[in-house]
Structure formats: structure tokens, C-alpha cells
């Protein structure tokens, strides 16, 4: 058996000042987390972990209901018996600059390091892309970063894929939240354990490109008799 560990068919560039990547870890099935599995579904790698180390510091960029979630994780973390990776993970969030877009949090916000702007996201991301000294990166914030995406700011689109179904138990599951994109692949690497990253330039499409199938027409066959 081949070992895949770090083969890599295009190695990712490192983000550059400004450059916004929108940023999912999912199951295979789409979910961003499940119930009743831990962080990273018990699957994080060493070699994924020291991956995730090696990446440039950045300007974190959420949504209101993100960061109600993970600022309340953070503070549980420290309190709950959860993986060392994961403490050490929500640690080093903490210490990073994060913003938040939202019009009904008010200050002060208790995650350290967390701006608060209650101004139009599109407008202000704009302005972040252009005067940033450090890359831009989403986390969770599935209409934040759909709508980013949608308005042509989003410079890559990244996501791990984590060898797993987590089927009923499925949380957030994020492509039903998303319109057509056609995505072009520009790096990719396996991890050990199977994990899968992926890179791709979004591209916004405002309507399927077309097929000569009727998709949403009649479910009776040719025999005039219908389906079972």
C-alpha cells in the first residue's frame, strides 16, 4: 500500500496581505459538525495539526451566531474535559484578531482581540482587502462567507474533508445554504489519516449553465403509468 500521507498535486500558496480565504473543516457529507462527535471528529492527524501551526497569522473574520457559539466554546474549553489540540486551538484563537459583523451584539465583546462592525460586511471587507497587513480568513459563518463569495471578494475557497459520514447526527450542513459556484482547483494535499485539503478560486454563477434534462417535470414514465 502506497503511503499518501503528504502527497500533494498542487501545493497551496501562502495567503498574502488581504487575500480572503473562506475556510470549512467538513464531513464528507457536508456537515460542519455533528452531535455527539468531538472536535475535528476525533480524526485531527499530527501531521494535519502541524499543518494548521505553519499557517500564517491572519485577521479572522465571523458572523454573529459564530461567534456567540465559539466564544462560549472557548470559554468551556477551559473548563470541560476536551482534547489538549482543541484548548490549545481556542488558546491561539483568542490571541488572534478577529472581527465580527453584526448588527444586534453590542461592545464590549468578551473574546479578546475581537472587533466589533455593525456597518454593511460587503462594503467593509472591500476595505479590510485593500488596506489589510495580514490575510483574511472566514471561520463557520456560512452566510457571511456565502455572501462574500456571491459579491467576488473571496480569493480561495479551502476545505478539509474528514473521512467520515456523520449522517442523521449531521450538523450544519453547509452546501444546502449555498447557490452555484463552479470552482477551479488550484491546490490540493492528503493528510495522514486520510484527510483531504482542497483549494479552489470561486466563481459566482448566477444560473446552472443548462441541460436538455426537464430535472423537475412529471414523474410519469413513458407508459402514461406512474412511479412507484
Not at 98 to 111: A, D, G, Y
Not at 164 to 180: A, H, K, N, P, Y
Request: with cysteine.
Amino acid at each position: 500500500m502506497s503511503d499518501t500521507s503528504t502527497h500533494s498535486s498542487q501545493a497551496a500558496a501562502e495567503a498574502a496581505p488581504g487575500e480572503l480565504v473562506v475556510d470549512f473543516i467538513l464531513s464528507l457529507d457536508g456537515c460542519a459538525a455533528g452531535e455527539g462527535w468531538p472536535g475535528w471528529w476525533g480524526l485531527q492527524s499530527p501531521e494535519y495539526l502541524a499543518w494548521l501551526g505553519e499557517q500564517p497569522d491572519s485577521v479572522t473574520l465571523m458572523g454573529a451566531t459564530t461567534y456567540r457559539l465559539m466564544s462560549q466554546m472557548a470559554v468551556q474549553a477551559q473548563q470541560i474535559d476536551v482534547s489538549a489540540e482543541e484548548k490549545a486551538s481556542f488558546a491561539q484563537m483568542a490571541a488572534l484578531p478577529k472581527i465580527v459583523f453584526s448588527s444586534t451584539l453590542e461592545k464590549p465583546l468578551s473574546w479578546p482581540n475581537t472587533t466589533l462592525i455593525s456597518t454593511d460586511a460587503i462594503e467593509a471587507v472591500r476595505e479590510l482587502k485593500r488596506t489589510a497587513t495580514s490575510p483574511l480568513t472566514t471561520t463557520g459563518s456560512i452566510r457571511l462567507s456565502h455572501s462574500l463569495m456571491k459579491a467576488g471578494l473571496v480569493d480561495r475557497f479551502r476545505i478539509v474533508l474528514f473521512p467520515v459520514l456523520t449522517g442523521r447526527s449531521g450538523l450544519e450542513r453547509i452546501w444546502e445554504q449555498f447557490e452555484d459556484y463552479s470552482l477551479e482547483l488550484v491546490a490540493a494535499r492528503t493528510f495522514e489519516g486520510g484527510l483531504q485539503l482542497l483549494e479552489y478560486v470561486p466563481t459566482y454563477l448566477p444560473r446552472p449553465p443548462g441541460s436538455a434534462w426537464d430535472r423537475g417535470g412529471s414523474t410519469e414514465n413513458t407508459s402514461g403509468s406512474t412511479e412507484s
